[in-house]
């Protein structure tokens, strides 16, 4: 009984293992184009607190702060606003964005498209991302825009940014700054590795082979001493 209850212990020492093999696992990337139900119709925006798409749920940091949300817009027909032909994420003045996993799953972020707010207000956006990773630590990155947006016009109004490998193992990401318009978010929701499974099959098979050796052998019984 002692040598199961040791290996339970060993068992429960494997969560942070587990986890770091989680996040180093080969992972099926994700992107999110902000598109999905209710649909925005071009042209429109609406001022939400939740949105949900493809297994991740975005709220403001403080759903109770003042000016909590952000804006869902259905791009084209608006000309001052960034146009790239379809829905996105808007943060007007007060407003933040948090994401995470809805199932509690670990992620990496691989990239973005930002662009201004408008162009009524051209200037260069500066997006500051604070990644909360399952190790504890934090990791942050500023993204600053080009300034250059024409809204419907010819040119260009998204840039795509890339993060590094830092932004790995994330529980959530958050974004407090506001004045920026963001879309095609990619991320990568990884497997467990190999070594992870391994590591699995040999506790539970030790765990097994452990109780058929401390399990009472059907039939014996014990015998008393003969006089």
Known sequence: MRTVRSL?????????L?????????????????DGPP???????????QYYESGLSFTPIDPNAPWAGFVRNGCGRITFYPDNGSAYLQAG???????????????????????????????????HFVGYRHDGSIVTT??????????????????????GPEFSGLERVEIPSYGW???NLVLSIPEPGTGALVIVGAAVFGV??????TRPIEGSRTRSPTR
């Open 8 to 16: 339970w212990i060993q068992l429960a020492g494997l969560g942070p």
């Open 18 to 34: 587990l986890a770091l093999a989680q996040c180093c696992g080969q992972g099926t990337f994700t992107r999110i184009r902000f």
């Open 93 to 127: 003045v007060g407003s933040t964005l948090m994401f995470s996993s809805i199932s509690g799953s670990l992620f990496s972020l691989v990239s973005v498209d930002l662009a201004e707010y408008s162009t009524v207000v051209p200037d260069a956006a500066t997006v």
């Open 39 to 49: 649909v925005i119709a071009p042209g429109t925006g609406r001022v939400v607190q």
């Open 181 to 183: 318009s963001l879309d």
């Open 142 to 163: 500023d993204l600053t825009t080009d300034g250059i947006i024409d809204g419907t016009g010819p040119l260009a109004d998204f840039q795509t940014f890339y993060f």
């Open 208 to 213: 097994r082979f452990l109780k058929r050796k």
